[in-house]
């Protein structure tokens, strides 16, 4: 079946043409294969051809297409198989064509396989592309010994055509196939950059809400990118162009965290920069971080800056809150506190203030009274002291510390202030209203505010000020005011929130040195009792003693005298007699007139009234008799009215009178009963009732019962009655009665009130 | 005739008070405490009460109150050497409180100041 080259030679050009033709029309090999195939036929006798190449970095092969029917019309590629052993690995070491005369003698790897499907012979042909053979194209035929070395020619002039477009569409598949890659990376890529700018949204967002000002730096410290709140972080108006790192970040300092950042290491590196804008200081955090930039070095930096002034302030203020309250609790004497408290609302390195007023309440007189003030009297002065104050004392500490050791000075405005009393109930006064609401109030514009009264206004002589109340156990215990006439600083809600703070801790020292200053007085109170109780026992013993000595001579003498007069007066007619007895009436009415003169010791003192709340008498004289009532089996209801103005009275008689009347009342309740005590205001009185349900009394038995020594009662001197009458009547008072037979007795005490 | 009872326990001061006040001519009589004036008081009462208040047994306060107690029309003068009673408030239902002494004028006075101005009631 073979035909001779030579017959074959005219169809041999025009295929080679033809195939020629067909290749370049695409660069899919797929697509022209079977074209090609056909074309080949026309010259050479095969069964089947294929084209096989190597897998790139892998011990396989791959049938990269191939015919599997005579017909040459199906194509098909086949899976990769093992190189080793395989016609291509010899082709492709040799670069040979290689003829396998009979697959079944042959000891090529893919011979078997072959054999199997009816090959016997076989013809592999190199594909070279620049000298390097990129795979073969492979012939076989159902006959053994069917290829000849005779073919090799016309395979000569079409293989490198072949071997060329399998390179192509090799390189195109590979192009595609990165292509592929590309787009989907390209894809992912877009994705990416749509999350990367929702994150960037996101952070910018946080960026700008902190106030985070950003910038990116390179190597030398040149200002690539910068946001907005960059220059704003800074205080410039804007950031000049090409800005370096010194024009942003006003550099003194020898530590520069950016170029610490720059040396490599990766972190974060900080600092905290002080600026000082429109007299105010601020603090700005500077926080650089090394980034790699594309070459993979850390030639870039991040910078963040942060304003953390509100941060620092609140640091210093607690720690100043703390120092004050510490030095609020090393001192209970009261004068020494006030001034140590008024000193730090003023003093500069405390709250600032320029003046500070303190206001306590005084619960017993019902009123809000000044009672210090700190702070210079114009603003020459002021300028003086601060210039003073800050030259002598440096710090805080040692400022409370002098303030502690020095006397309270009585400088005009303290003098000024003292002179102010508002009564509790006027609570269109800023102060007292401070004190009732319990809250800070915060004047702006004085002239207007309808919470500030003329008076208070001219006092103050402020625009601006703020009244802090002094609040302990959900009670005020006094206001602080504090403003600034000379340094016209705005009161901002943070001086008003440190000041409320203060203040909470202020009120509790002063609370803890009234209590002290209280527990004092009680003590010396005592002290004092003790003494005089001491005194008046020597005195009564003394008293005792003379006026029984007095009582002793004297009753001789009355008897020796009085006779002396007698005989004087009988006018005797002897005279020695007469001038004896005169002797006599001279010489006793001397002595009388010396006993006279002893000073009687045991004379009770004079009554002494002082102001007293009624209630507080009732209440201390039913304490005493509780015991005494519940022996009895009596039932004690106490109504006292509250609120009842003071009345000045001795309260040891009164008590006296009130203990007098109980006793008869429970006396009156053999049986037991109720008794009442009730206290009310009767026009300008204040009237004591003691009722009892007793027997009451007969109307014969009212009449008599202040007459001395009239009694019902088997035991008692029937002078009690009397004696109350008496107290009362020395307290321009009325004692009455009235009585139900069976029913009961009120005794009624009005006391006149007193203003 | 004006009765007049003095309490006093001196046996020697009676005498001086029954001299003086017989010759200023009343009807004197005199008991010597407080229980013996309670009973004379009571038998025979007197027109007024001139009361020591310092005496052994029954003293004057309570004898006042006893008497006054029976009779609270028979007008007391106290008289005695201390002048603290007069703070008591017992002694204020007396009608005079005189601080003994020899010259009687005071008492004598304060005796006639009273009568006259019980029988002008």
Known sequence: ?755 | MTNILVVEDEKNQALLYRNELSAEGYSVSIARDGREAVTMAKLNPPDLLVLDINMPGMDGIEAMGKILGENNRIPIVINTAYSSFKDNFMTWSADAYIVKSADLTELKKAIKEILEKRKGQ
């Not at chain 1, 045991?602 to 519940?630: A, F, H, M």
């Open chain 1, 1 to 755: 079946m073979a035909m001779k080259l030579v017959e074959l030679y005219p169809a041999r050009k025009e295929v080679i043409s033809n195939i020629q033709r067909i290749i370049s029309s695409s660069l899919n090999l797929r697509d022209i294969y079977v074209s090609v195939v056909n074309e080949l036929k026309k010259v050479m006798a095969f069964d089947r051809v294929s084209i096989s190449i190597p897998i790139e970095g892998d011990n396989h092969a791959i049938t990269f297409v191939a015919s599997v029917t005579n017909t040459i019309n199906v194509l098909e590629e086949g899976k990769p198989y093992p190189l080793k052993g395989s016609l291509l690995e010899r082709i492709l070491l040799t670069g040979e064509p290689i003829i396998v005369e009979d697959t079944k003698s042959d000891s090529h790897s893919t011979n078997g396989l072959f054999y199997k499907a009816g090959i016997r012979s076989r013809l592999g042909y190199p594909l070279k592309v620049r000298g390097r053979v990129i795979g073969s194209v492979n012939f076989s035929s159902m006959e053994p010994h069917h290829f000849s070395t005779t073919q090799f020619p016309l395979l000569e002039e079409i293989c490198p055509q072949l071997a060329m477009i399998t390179e192509n569409t090799l390189l195109f598949e590979k192009i595609m196939l990165s292509e592929e890659r590309y787009k989907n990376l390209y894809n992912n890529a877009r994705l990416a950059e749509e999350q990367l700018r929702q994150e960037k949204e996101k952070l910018d967002y946080v960026v700008d809400v902190l106030g985070i000002g950003l910038c990116l730096m390179d190597r030398n410290m040149n200002i690539l990118w910068a946001n907005a709140n960059l220059p704003k972080v800074w205080g410039l108006a804007e950031l000049p162009k090409r800005a370096r790192c010194k024009d942003v970040f006003q550099c003194t300092e020898a530590y520069c965290p950016v170029a610490k950042a720059l040396e490599g290491a990766e972190g974060r590196y900080r600092e905290i920069k002080v600026l000082v804008q429109d007299g105010r200081r601020r603090y700005i955090e500077n926080t650089a971080i090394p980034i790699r930039d594309e070459q993979g070095e850390m030639g870039r930096v991040l910078v963040l800056s942060r304003d953390i002034t509100q941060r620092e302030k609140r640091l210093r203020q607690l720690s100043l809150l703390r120092e004050l309250g510490q030095a609020l609790h090393e001192t209970l004497h009261i004068e020494k506190l006030l001034n140590l408290i008024l000193t730090s609302v003023t003093a500069g390195q405390a709250l600032a203030f320029n003046r500070a007023f303190l206001f306590l309440v005084n619960e017993e007189k019902g009123s809000v009274y000044g009672k210090a003030a700190v702070g210079p009297s114009s603003g020459e002065e002021a300028a003086r002291i601060w210039q003073d104050v800050s030259h002598r004392y440096p710090t805080l500490e040692e400022l409370l510390k002098e303030v502690m050791e020095r006397e309270p000075l009585d400088s005009p405005l303290n003098v000024k202030t003292r002179l102010l009393v508002y009564p509790l109930n006027k609570e269109e006064e800023i102060v007292v209203r401070c004190v009732k609401e319990m809250r800070s109030q915060v004047v702006k514009e004085a002239a207007t505010d309808p919470r500030v009264t003329r008076e208070f206004r001219e006092f103050l002589g402020s625009k601006e000020f703020v009244c802090v109340p002094l609040v302990v156990k959900g009670g005020a215990v006094g206001v602080i005011v504090a403003d600034n006439p000379y340094s016209r600083e705005p009161i901002t809600e943070d001086h008003v929130h440190l000041l409320n703070i203060f203040a909470g801790q202020a009120a509790l020292a002063i609370e803890n040195a009234e209590t002290c200053e209280s527990l004092e007085e009680k003590i010396e109170q005592l002290r004092e009792t003790q003494e005089r109780l001491c005194r008046s026992e020597r005195l009564v013993a003394m008293g005792e003693i003379s006026t029984y000595i007095a009582h002793e001579i004297r009753n001789p003498l009355v008897t020796i005298g009085g006779f002396a007069r007698s005989i004087e007066k009988t006018k005797p007619e002897e005279e020695d007699v007469a001038t004896a007895a005169r002797i006599i009436v001279e010489e006793v009415s001397r002595l009388e007139k010396i006993l006279g003169n002893i000073k009687d010791f045991s004379k009770p003192q004079e009554p002494r009234k002082v102001r007293v709340d009624i209630n507080t008498l009732l209440e201390d004289t039913c304490c005493l008799t509780e015991g005494y009532l519940r022996e009895r089996g009596i039932n004690l209801i106490k109504n006292f009215s509250p609120g009842l103005p003071p009345t000045f009275l001795d309260p040891a008689q009164i008590k006296q009178v009130l203990l007098n009347l109980i006793k008869n009342a429970v006396e009156s309740m053999e049986e037991g009963g109720t008794l009442t005590v009730q206290s009310t205001r009767e026009e300008q009185y204040i009237r004591t009732d003691i009722s009892d349900t007793g027997q009451g009394m007969a109307p014969e038995v009212m009449e008599k019962i202040f007459t001395p020594f009239f009694t019902t009662k088997t035991s008692g001197t029937g002078v009690g009655l009397v004696v109350s009458h008496k107290i009362v009547d020395d307290h321009d008072g009325k004692l009455r009665v009235s009585s139900v037979q069976g029913r009961g007795s009120t005794f009624s005490i009005l006391l006149p009130i007193t203003e």
